[in-house]
C-alpha cells in the first residue's frame, strides 16, 4: 500500500527568515492524521535567510539528521561541536540525555536549503553524540546508505533500526528496492519528478509505504530524494 503526502498538504509556516514545511505535526502544526509514521517524527523542509537561524535550544532523547540540500549551515552544540555543512552533507546528533545546538545560515547573501529528520529512539537517556560525513559525491542511479542501526556500509550510526539512504536519478533512471519481511518505507522527494510503483511525485511530495514487497522508482527527468526502510 502506498499512500502519497502532497507537498501543498504539508503544515506550513512562514517566519520572513525562516520558511519551513512540516511533513507532521510540529510546533503550531498539528494534524492527528500525521504526527509519525513508524519512528520517523519530523521531516521538516527548511529555507533559512542569509545570516539567520536557530540559536541555542534544548534536544533530548531524539536522533536528529540534518540534510543540507544547497548552501552552508552552521552549527555549534554543547558537546563542543562546530562545523560548516554544504550541500550533501549529513549530520546526526544523539540528543539522548540533553544537548542544545544552533544552527545559523552562513552566508551573507544566499539562503540555505535543507531537510531536518528527528527519528525516534529505540533507547532512552543514551549518552550525547555527535557524527558528521559528506555525501555530496554519490553516485548516481542507485540508493545510497547514509545512516542505519550498526553504521553499516560506511553510513552514520543511529539509535534505532531505520535504514536512510539518498538518490539521484539522471533522466530515464530507474532503481528497485526490494523490503525484507515488516518493513516498512518513507520516500521523501526533495527535487525533480518520480514515479514509484505507478504514483507520480513532485517536489516536496512523499510517499507512505507499507504491507510492498518491492518498489519501483524512476524518473522521466530528474530526481533527488531520500527513502526511509523502516522496522
Known amino acids: 500500500m502506498i499512500q502519497i503526502r502532497k507537498s501543498n498538504e504539508r503544515g506550513h509556516a512562514n517566519h520572513g527568515w525562516l520558511d519551513s ?3 507532521f ?4 502544526y498539528y494534524d492527528p492524521a500525521h504526527t ?12 533559512v535567510a542569509p545570516k539567520m537561524g536557530f540559536g541555542m535550544h534544548p534536544h533530548r532523547d531524539m536522533e536528529i539528521i540534518t540534510y543540507v540540500v544547497d548552501g552552508a549551515l552552521r552549527h555549534r552544540d554543547s558537546m563542543g561541536n562546530t ?24 552566508s551573507h547573501t544566499e539562503p540555505v536549503h535543507l531537510l531536518q529528520i528527528w527519528i525516534m529512539p529505540d533507547v ?37 533500526d531505520a535504514d536512510l539512504y539518498v538518490a539521484k536519478l539522471k533522466k530515464g533512471e530507474s532503481l528497485k528496492h526490494v523490503f525484507a519481511e515488516n518493513r516498512n518505507g518513507w520516500l521523501q522527494l526533495i527535487e525533480g ?31 533527488h530524494f531520500l527513502f526511509f526502510d523502516l522496522n
Open 21 to 23: 514545511y512540516h511533513t
Open 124 to 160: 532512552k537517556n543514551a549518552k550525547p553524540g555527535y557524527a558528521e560525513k559528506s555525501f555530496a559525491k554519490v553516485e548516481a542511479g542507485r540508493l545510497h546508505l547514509i545512516t542505519s542501526k550498526t553504521g553499516r556500509d560506511g553510513s552514520i550510526p543511529i539509535n534505532q
Open 193 to 223: 519528478e518520480l514515479e514509484v510503483n505507478g504514483n507520480r511525485l513532485a517536489a516536496g511530495d512523499a510517499a507512505a509505504i507499507s504491507q510492498t514487497e518491492a518498489l519501483t522508482i524512476s524518473t522521466a527527468d530528474t530526481a
Open 83 to 106: 562545523a560548516v555543512m554544504r550541500g550533501g552533507d549529513v549530520q546526526r546528533i544523539t540528543a539522548g540525555t540533553g544537548i542544545q545546538h544552533s544552527e545559523i545560515n552562513e
Open 25 to 28: 505535526s510540529f510546533a503550531d
Open 36 to 47: 509519525n509514521f513508524r519512528a520517523l517524527r519530523v521531516i521538516n523542509e527548511d529555507y
